[in-house]
């Protein structure tokens, strides 16, 4: 598998955040609130239907990447959200609001992109993009290591520290997107939110909450 094809099927999800970007309003695009300045390092939490998992985030693998997670996270985005692509080893994908109301807020906010300090190794989390500047609010964990995908500019900004195996249990049957597989429709997701994927695809495993730990957790 070629990092190209990566990029390819991760394009439908991309390219629908990147649709019409120039013709959006400056104050639509500057409607969310300045996030909280996120620690140089900080763990996540992760309740899940297969059990907890928790992501170790580091702002000096890639301080913009790390950011904009601290400031889902805090809102509660991925809160409910499905792991909509289960590729067994490959990666585990995830980062649609089911609300497409919650997803429309960030359709535009597209991140600087983070050089690559970090290799795609098992257990890393980067942001799914189509391109530069096109990381949004998707993200995945790699199930492998996919260090082909450093070349192209996937830069992970944590790493999987308990739950691995919780992660490598999420339901995988629906396999990739089409045509490579019969999974959801990312464009689907964004503008139908969970009533298409709990219609459609109801096997779907997905984060009950996601929570930043205190300090020292």
Known sequence: MQPIQFLRWCAPAALALLAGCGDTPPAARQALPAPETAPDSFRVKFETTKGDLVVQVRKAWAPEGAERFHQLVKRGFYDDARFFRVVKGFVVQFGISGDPKAQAEWRYAMLPDDPVKESNRKG?????????????????????????????????????????????????????????????????????????????????????????LPAGQ
Not at 205 to 212: E, G, T, V
């Open 124 to 212: 890393t989390i980067t942001y799914a993009m189509a391109g530069p500047r096109s990381r949004t609010t998707q993200v995945f964990i790699n199930l492998a290591d996919n260090t082909r995908l450093d070349q192209s500019g996937f830069a992970p900004f944590g790493q999987v520290v308990e739950g691995m195996d919780v992660v490598e249990r999420f339901y995988s049957g629906y396999g990739d997107f089409p045509p490579r597989g019969s999974g959801p429709d990312a464009q689907q997701i964004e503008t139908r939110g969970n009533a298409y994927l709990e219609q459609r695809f109801p096997r779907l495993d997905y984060i009950i909450k996601a929570r930043i």
